[in-house]
């Protein structure tokens, strides 16, 4: 199975800077993004942060990828059980890890207190692949002309939407839509989501931003999926839709797509 990407990242309509970021890794099938936050423009601190933690985490791993892989650095959170597969445990140690140093150094510099990401991405084997998302930025499968949301939301909103307190058509009027309760920073310990999907030929992945999610609806962005079939394409076209509805964040779009040799 290959893997081909493409991503993309704009300012939109409304914001002064980008504090997303992402990242396509040119020497494994990895893809991430990562919305920063916070004020002073630490959102952009801890977004780059983040990816680039991760990324030279990844290069320096990359010669061991044997079982003996261990969590070096940071213990095991919530008493979940460890991951069996190596990639797995190499990308949940690379999460803790960017997110201990996000956290350390928001403590030691009074800028950036308070500073965060959200997270997103994947690692893509022959077999499948391994999704960890950190906050409501959002992974989508594209697969057989239906678009499927494959993570679940850290937000407020998405809370209260599980526990029945919110209907979904009162979530676009509630005040605190946007508070996340999950994020790399804000603490010192983070429990990342992972999940593992098979794959397919010809599913293509979608890694976002809010700041494309919120303005599109699942419909929109199916459509437009559907409607080009060039990856750069795609990234552009919703980029420019996410704009068109108002742009009110910084747009950050990673597409994956798999192909059968």
């Known amino acids: 199975m290959r893997v081909r990407f493409t991503g993309m990242t704009d300012t939109g309509m409304t914001r002064d800077g980008n504090e997303d970021s992402f990242f396509i890794s040119e020497t494994e099938a990895l893809a991430l993004v990562a919305d920063g936050m916070g004020g002073h423009r630490s959102g952009e601190v801890a977004s780059s942060m983040a990816i ?4 030279d985490y990844y290069a320096k791993t990359l010669a061991d990828l044997s079982d003996n892989i261990r969590f070096r650095l940071l213990s095991w959170p919530f008493g979940r059980r460890k991951p069996e597969h190596a990639e797995e ?5 690379a999460t803790m890890i960017a997110n201990h140093k996000i956290f350390n150094h928001a403590t030691r510099h009074e800028e950036c207190r308070g500073m965060g990401t959200t997270l997103v991405g994947a690692y893509f084997l022959e077999a499948g692949a391994y999704f960890i998302h950190v906050g ?3 992974a989508y499968r594209f ?3 239906k678009l499927s949301l494959l993570t679940s939301d850290h937000s407020l909103a998405n809370e209260y939407l599980q526990m029945g307190i919110l209907r979904p058509d009162e979530i676009d009027h509630f005040p605190y839509r946007n508070v996340i309760t999950r994020a790399l920073g804000l603490n010192d310990t983070v429990e990342p989501e992972v999940q593992f999907e098979t794959l397919q030929g010809g599913d293509i992945y979608l890694f976002c931003s809010d700041g494309l999610s919120d ?3 699942d419909q929109e962005i199916s459509k437009i999926i559907r409607n080009n079939k060039d990856l750069d394409e795609i990234c552009r076209t919703l980029i420019a839709a996410a704009n068109t509805a108002g742009g009110p964040d910084n747009i950050t779009a990673v597409l994956a797509q798999t192909l059968r040799d």
């Open 52 to 55: 680039e933690v991760i990324r």
């Open 89 to 93: 445990r190499r990308l949940i140690e």
């Open 136 to 138: 409501d930025s959002r």
């Open 143 to 145: 697969r057989q002309g």
């Open 215 to 217: 303005p599109l609806s």
